[in-house]
Protein backbone atom coordinates (compact mmCIF):
# COMPACT_ATOMS: atom_id res chain seq x y z
CA UNK A 1 0.00 0.00 0.00
CA UNK A 2 1.71 3.20 -0.96
CA UNK A 3 1.38 6.52 1.37
CA UNK A 4 1.28 9.89 1.03
CA UNK A 5 3.54 11.77 3.16
CA UNK A 6 3.14 15.67 3.39
CA UNK A 7 6.54 17.64 2.88
CA UNK A 8 8.10 18.55 6.58
CA UNK A 9 9.65 21.48 5.11
CA UNK A 10 10.55 22.98 1.55
CA UNK A 11 14.09 22.31 -0.19
CA UNK A 12 16.33 24.38 -1.09
CA UNK A 13 17.98 24.63 -3.72
CA UNK A 14 22.01 26.12 -3.18
CA UNK A 15 23.70 27.83 -5.85
CA UNK A 16 27.08 26.36 -7.48
CA UNK A 17 30.29 27.43 -7.26
CA UNK A 18 31.61 26.20 -10.75
CA UNK A 19 32.23 29.90 -12.16
CA UNK A 20 35.21 28.34 -14.72
CA UNK A 21 32.78 25.74 -16.50
CA UNK A 22 33.58 25.62 -19.91
CA UNK A 23 30.58 25.68 -22.93
CA UNK A 24 32.20 22.26 -23.37
CA UNK A 25 31.63 21.07 -20.39
CA UNK A 26 28.32 22.92 -19.75
CA UNK A 27 26.93 20.79 -22.34
CA UNK A 28 28.71 17.41 -21.23
CA UNK A 29 26.58 17.83 -18.42
CA UNK A 30 23.41 18.77 -20.12
CA UNK A 31 23.75 15.26 -22.59
CA UNK A 32 23.27 14.42 -25.89
CA UNK A 33 19.13 16.28 -25.61
CA UNK A 34 19.58 19.42 -23.76
CA UNK A 35 16.44 19.76 -24.01
CA UNK A 36 15.16 16.58 -22.21
CA UNK A 37 17.32 18.15 -19.45
CA UNK A 38 16.07 21.39 -19.02
CA UNK A 39 12.45 18.99 -18.59
CA UNK A 40 13.28 17.27 -16.11
CA UNK A 41 14.60 20.63 -14.27
CA UNK A 42 11.70 21.98 -14.74
CA UNK A 43 9.80 18.91 -13.36
CA UNK A 44 12.06 19.05 -10.54
CA UNK A 45 11.69 22.81 -9.88
CA UNK A 46 7.63 22.34 -10.17
CA UNK A 47 7.72 19.20 -7.52
CA UNK A 48 9.51 21.32 -4.56
CA UNK A 49 7.44 24.25 -5.35
CA UNK A 50 4.15 22.23 -4.65
CA UNK A 51 6.25 20.66 -1.88
CA UNK A 52 6.48 24.09 -0.32
CA UNK A 53 2.35 24.83 -0.99
CA UNK A 54 1.54 21.64 0.76
CA UNK A 55 3.30 22.63 3.54
CA UNK A 56 1.79 26.36 3.18
CA UNK A 57 -1.68 25.12 3.11
CA UNK A 58 -1.52 23.24 6.74
CA UNK A 59 0.73 25.79 8.47
CA UNK A 60 1.22 29.57 8.05
CA UNK A 61 4.86 31.06 7.60
CA UNK A 62 6.46 31.70 10.93
CA UNK A 63 6.10 35.42 12.48
CA UNK A 64 9.60 36.96 12.30
CA UNK A 65 8.22 39.36 14.31
CA UNK A 66 7.56 37.70 17.55
CA UNK A 67 10.70 36.61 18.79
CA UNK A 68 10.47 36.78 22.49
CA UNK A 69 9.60 34.96 25.30
CA UNK A 70 5.98 33.39 24.93
CA UNK A 71 2.77 35.33 26.70
CA UNK A 72 1.84 33.42 30.02
CA UNK A 73 -1.69 33.42 29.06
CA UNK A 74 -1.56 33.34 25.34
CA UNK A 75 -1.49 30.13 23.43
CA UNK A 76 -1.08 31.33 20.55
CA UNK A 77 2.57 33.13 21.79
CA UNK A 78 4.32 29.94 21.25
CA UNK A 79 3.18 29.82 17.33
CA UNK A 80 0.89 30.36 14.61
CA UNK A 81 -2.00 27.98 14.53
CA UNK A 82 -2.03 25.93 11.67
CA UNK A 83 -4.62 26.70 9.17
CA UNK A 84 -5.91 23.41 8.81
CA UNK A 85 -7.04 20.01 11.11
CA UNK A 86 -3.64 18.20 11.65
CA UNK A 87 -4.02 14.39 12.30
CA UNK A 88 -1.29 13.03 13.92
CA UNK A 89 -0.39 9.63 14.93
CA UNK A 90 0.62 8.72 18.29
CA UNK A 91 2.36 5.30 19.16
CA UNK A 92 3.24 4.08 22.49
CA UNK A 93 6.04 1.68 22.70
CA UNK A 94 7.14 -0.25 25.34
CA UNK A 95 10.46 0.04 25.56
CA UNK A 96 12.39 2.60 27.81
CA UNK A 97 14.62 4.60 25.05
CA UNK A 98 13.90 4.81 20.90
CA UNK A 99 17.30 2.82 20.74
CA UNK A 100 16.94 -0.03 23.31
CA UNK A 101 18.08 -3.45 21.67
CA UNK A 102 15.51 -5.19 23.75
CA UNK A 103 12.33 -3.44 25.10
CA UNK A 104 12.61 -5.98 28.99
CA UNK A 105 8.89 -6.12 28.46
CA UNK A 106 6.75 -9.16 27.30
CA UNK A 107 6.54 -10.31 24.35
CA UNK A 108 10.19 -9.46 25.39
CA UNK A 109 12.09 -8.55 22.23
CA UNK A 110 12.23 -5.45 19.87
CA UNK A 111 9.58 -2.72 21.20
CA UNK A 112 6.32 -3.40 20.92
CA UNK A 113 3.43 -0.94 20.59
CA UNK A 114 1.51 -0.05 23.95
CA UNK A 115 -0.41 2.26 23.11
CA UNK A 116 -2.03 3.72 19.52
CA UNK A 117 -3.81 6.99 19.21
CA UNK A 118 -5.02 9.44 16.18
CA UNK A 119 -5.07 13.06 17.92
CA UNK A 120 -7.25 15.71 16.09
CA UNK A 121 -5.97 18.88 16.36
CA UNK A 122 -7.72 22.19 14.89
CA UNK A 123 -7.15 26.12 15.59
CA UNK A 124 -9.98 27.46 18.55
CA UNK A 125 -11.53 23.94 18.42
CA UNK A 126 -11.07 21.26 21.10
CA UNK A 127 -8.78 18.41 20.01
CA UNK A 128 -9.95 14.86 19.39
CA UNK A 129 -8.44 11.88 20.27
CA UNK A 130 -9.05 7.81 19.17
CA UNK A 131 -8.07 5.09 21.01
CA UNK A 132 -7.26 2.17 18.88
CA UNK A 133 -7.20 -1.29 20.43
CA UNK A 134 -4.14 -2.70 19.86
CA UNK A 135 -5.80 -6.17 20.56
CA UNK A 136 -7.84 -5.60 17.27
CA UNK A 137 -7.22 -8.44 14.84
CA UNK A 138 -6.09 -7.59 11.57
CA UNK A 139 -4.17 -9.18 8.59
CA UNK A 140 -0.44 -7.95 8.09
CA UNK A 141 1.35 -8.50 5.05
CA UNK A 142 3.20 -11.57 4.53
CA UNK A 143 0.88 -14.01 7.03
CA UNK A 144 -2.25 -15.56 6.31
CA UNK A 145 -3.06 -15.37 10.59
CA UNK A 146 -5.22 -12.73 11.81
CA UNK A 147 -2.43 -10.54 14.63
CA UNK A 148 -3.19 -7.76 17.23
CA UNK A 149 -2.84 -4.74 15.73
CA UNK A 150 0.05 -3.80 18.02
CA UNK A 151 2.38 -6.25 16.23
CA UNK A 152 1.92 -3.89 12.74
CA UNK A 153 4.80 -1.67 14.90
CA UNK A 154 7.23 -4.74 15.18
CA UNK A 155 6.42 -5.93 11.65
CA UNK A 156 6.81 -2.57 9.67
CA UNK A 157 7.45 -0.12 12.22
CA UNK A 158 5.60 3.34 11.78
CA UNK A 159 4.91 3.43 7.96
CA UNK A 160 3.10 -0.32 8.06
CA UNK A 161 1.56 0.95 11.16
CA UNK A 162 -0.15 3.94 9.86
CA UNK A 163 -1.01 2.37 6.73
CA UNK A 164 -3.14 -0.42 8.58
CA UNK A 165 -4.66 2.23 10.79
CA UNK A 166 -6.09 4.49 7.74
CA UNK A 167 -7.49 1.62 5.90
CA UNK A 168 -9.19 0.38 9.27
CA UNK A 169 -11.00 3.74 9.68
CA UNK A 170 -11.29 4.34 6.21
CA UNK A 171 -8.97 7.88 6.41
CA UNK A 172 -8.48 10.02 2.84
CA UNK A 173 -5.18 9.77 1.22
CA UNK A 174 -2.24 11.21 3.49
CA UNK A 175 -3.85 10.62 7.11
CA UNK A 176 -2.26 10.18 9.67
CA UNK A 177 -0.33 13.78 8.38
CA UNK A 178 2.08 13.01 10.92
CA UNK A 179 3.30 10.72 13.71
CA UNK A 180 5.15 10.36 17.14
CA UNK A 181 6.65 7.42 18.37
CA UNK A 182 6.94 7.84 22.72
CA UNK A 183 8.95 5.23 24.63
CA UNK A 184 8.45 5.33 28.07
CA UNK A 185 11.62 7.96 29.05
CA UNK A 186 9.85 10.36 27.05
CA UNK A 187 6.45 10.03 28.84
CA UNK A 188 8.53 10.36 32.27
CA UNK A 189 9.84 13.96 30.55
CA UNK A 190 6.95 15.04 29.53
CA UNK A 191 5.26 14.45 33.30
CA UNK A 192 8.18 15.52 35.45
CA UNK A 193 8.64 18.32 32.85
CA UNK A 194 5.13 19.80 33.34
CA UNK A 195 5.29 19.20 37.53
CA UNK A 196 3.29 16.47 37.85
CA UNK A 197 -0.08 14.74 36.64
CA UNK A 198 -3.60 14.42 38.86
CA UNK A 199 -5.56 11.91 39.14
CA UNK A 200 -8.36 10.80 40.94
CA UNK A 201 -8.43 6.64 41.47
CA UNK A 202 -11.21 4.73 42.24
CA UNK A 203 -9.61 1.78 43.86
CA UNK A 204 -5.72 1.12 45.03
CA UNK A 205 -3.01 -0.71 42.37
CA UNK A 206 -0.60 -2.53 43.64
CA UNK A 207 0.91 -4.75 41.17
CA UNK A 208 4.85 -6.70 40.64
CA UNK A 209 5.56 -8.11 37.48
CA UNK A 210 9.30 -9.58 37.43
CA UNK A 211 8.93 -10.56 34.00
CA UNK A 212 8.65 -7.21 32.61
CA UNK A 213 10.78 -5.50 35.63
CA UNK A 214 8.16 -2.68 36.98
CA UNK A 215 6.06 -2.80 39.77
CA UNK A 216 3.18 -0.08 40.66
CA UNK A 217 1.55 0.70 44.15
CA UNK A 218 -0.72 3.80 44.04
CA UNK A 219 -3.48 4.13 47.03
CA UNK A 220 -7.01 5.16 45.93
CA UNK A 221 -7.88 9.25 46.02
CA UNK A 222 -6.94 12.29 44.58
CA UNK A 223 -3.21 12.02 43.86
CA UNK A 224 -0.72 13.90 41.77
CA UNK A 225 2.02 11.17 39.98
CA UNK A 226 5.72 11.94 38.73
CA UNK A 227 6.64 10.49 35.84
CA UNK A 228 7.95 7.41 37.00
CA UNK A 229 4.42 6.90 38.43
CA UNK A 230 2.20 7.67 35.87
CA UNK A 231 4.37 5.13 33.64
CA UNK A 232 3.45 2.51 36.25
CA UNK A 233 -0.22 3.28 35.81
CA UNK A 234 -0.51 3.19 32.11
CA UNK A 235 1.61 -0.01 31.92
CA UNK A 236 -0.65 -1.73 34.28
CA UNK A 237 -2.84 -4.41 33.01
CA UNK A 238 -4.45 -7.04 35.36
CA UNK A 239 -3.99 -9.64 32.77
CA UNK A 240 -4.25 -10.26 28.93
CA UNK A 241 -7.98 -9.45 28.38
CA UNK A 242 -7.94 -6.07 30.67
CA UNK A 243 -6.59 -3.71 27.59
CA UNK A 244 -10.05 -2.14 27.96
CA UNK A 245 -9.28 -0.74 31.42
CA UNK A 246 -5.52 0.15 30.55
CA UNK A 247 -7.40 1.97 27.80
CA UNK A 248 -9.41 4.03 30.54
CA UNK A 249 -6.57 4.14 32.85
CA UNK A 250 -4.35 6.04 29.96
CA UNK A 251 -8.10 8.65 29.58
CA UNK A 252 -7.12 9.49 33.15
CA UNK A 253 -3.73 10.77 32.43
CA UNK A 254 -4.70 12.49 29.16
CA UNK A 255 -7.11 14.36 31.21
CA UNK A 256 -4.69 15.13 33.68
CA UNK A 257 -2.21 16.27 31.36
CA UNK A 258 -4.95 18.97 29.52
CA UNK A 259 -5.27 19.91 33.02
CA UNK A 260 -1.92 20.56 34.15
CA UNK A 261 -1.20 22.02 30.35
CA UNK A 262 -3.47 24.65 31.10
CA UNK A 263 -1.86 25.65 34.68
CA UNK A 264 -0.65 29.22 35.10
CA UNK A 265 3.19 29.75 33.91
CA UNK A 266 2.60 26.50 32.04
CA UNK A 267 3.46 28.54 28.62
CA UNK A 268 6.67 29.75 29.30
CA UNK A 269 8.40 26.61 30.07
CA UNK A 270 6.79 24.75 27.22
CA UNK A 271 9.44 25.64 24.10
CA UNK A 272 11.96 24.40 26.49
CA UNK A 273 9.98 20.94 27.83
CA UNK A 274 9.01 20.41 24.26
CA UNK A 275 12.66 20.68 22.59
CA UNK A 276 13.59 17.81 25.98
CA UNK A 277 10.79 15.61 24.51
CA UNK A 278 11.45 15.61 21.68
CA UNK A 279 15.01 14.51 22.20
CA UNK A 280 13.44 11.05 22.99
CA UNK A 281 10.80 10.93 20.35
CA UNK A 282 10.58 9.46 16.70
CA UNK A 283 8.70 12.25 14.84
CA UNK A 284 8.84 13.99 11.63
CA UNK A 285 7.18 16.99 13.31
CA UNK A 286 9.51 19.90 13.09
CA UNK A 287 10.04 21.88 16.48
CA UNK A 288 7.74 24.50 15.03
CA UNK A 289 4.76 22.37 14.53
CA UNK A 290 5.25 21.03 17.59
CA UNK A 291 4.72 24.12 18.90
CA UNK A 292 2.16 24.97 16.59
CA UNK A 293 -0.17 22.35 17.61
CA UNK A 294 0.41 22.48 21.26
CA UNK A 295 -0.50 26.27 20.96
CA UNK A 296 -3.67 24.90 18.90
CA UNK A 297 -4.42 22.59 21.16
CA UNK A 298 -4.35 25.19 24.08
CA UNK A 299 -6.34 28.24 22.12
CA UNK A 300 -9.54 26.88 23.54
CA UNK A 301 -10.75 26.18 27.05
CA UNK A 302 -12.39 22.22 26.33
CA UNK A 303 -11.16 19.36 27.41
CA UNK A 304 -10.34 16.56 24.75
CA UNK A 305 -13.07 14.67 23.50
CA UNK A 306 -12.05 11.34 23.80
CA UNK A 307 -13.45 8.04 21.85
CA UNK A 308 -12.75 4.62 21.23
CA UNK A 309 -13.02 2.37 18.02
CA UNK A 310 -16.63 0.38 18.57
CA UNK A 311 -15.66 -3.48 19.43
CA UNK A 312 -17.86 -7.08 19.45
CA UNK A 313 -18.43 -8.94 22.46
CA UNK A 314 -15.48 -10.88 23.18
CA UNK A 315 -15.62 -14.60 21.98
CA UNK A 316 -14.99 -16.99 24.96
CA UNK A 317 -11.16 -16.20 26.36
CA UNK A 318 -10.11 -15.20 23.25
CA UNK A 319 -7.54 -12.36 23.43
CA UNK A 320 -8.25 -10.84 19.57
CA UNK A 321 -11.22 -8.58 19.21
CA UNK A 322 -13.21 -7.86 16.24
CA UNK A 323 -14.95 -4.27 15.16
CA UNK A 324 -18.54 -3.93 16.07
CA UNK A 325 -20.01 -4.73 12.77
CA UNK A 326 -22.49 -2.53 11.03
CA UNK A 327 -20.63 0.82 11.91
CA UNK A 328 -20.85 3.17 9.10
CA UNK A 329 -17.19 4.62 7.46
CA UNK A 330 -15.29 6.22 8.03
CA UNK A 331 -15.14 5.30 11.83
CA UNK A 332 -13.10 8.06 12.36
CA UNK A 333 -12.79 11.56 11.85
CA UNK A 334 -16.10 12.71 10.81
CA UNK A 335 -15.84 15.89 9.06
CA UNK A 336 -12.96 18.54 9.25
Known amino acids: MSKTVIPLSSTRLMPTQDSGRTPSSVGRWMGKYPGRTLLRLAAIL ?45 VGIDSDQLNDLTNKAAPMGSANADSLMLVKVAAKQPVEVLQLPIELAVTLPGSNEMQPLASSYGRGGIALTADVIAEILGLTKGQPHRFVVIPRKALRVLVDGLGDVEVNLNAPIKHKDNAQNYSVDLQAGRQRLNGGEVEQLVRYRAGPEEESGRRQRQQW ?43 AALSNNQFPILSELPLAPRAGEQTLRQLKASHPMPLWPQGN
Open 253 to 295: ILNGLSRQLRQPNTLAKLPKLLKEFSKEVQTDLTPRELLSLTA
Open 46 to 90: GGLWLASTALGLLWPKPDQVAKGDPSVDKATSLAPLPKQPIIILL
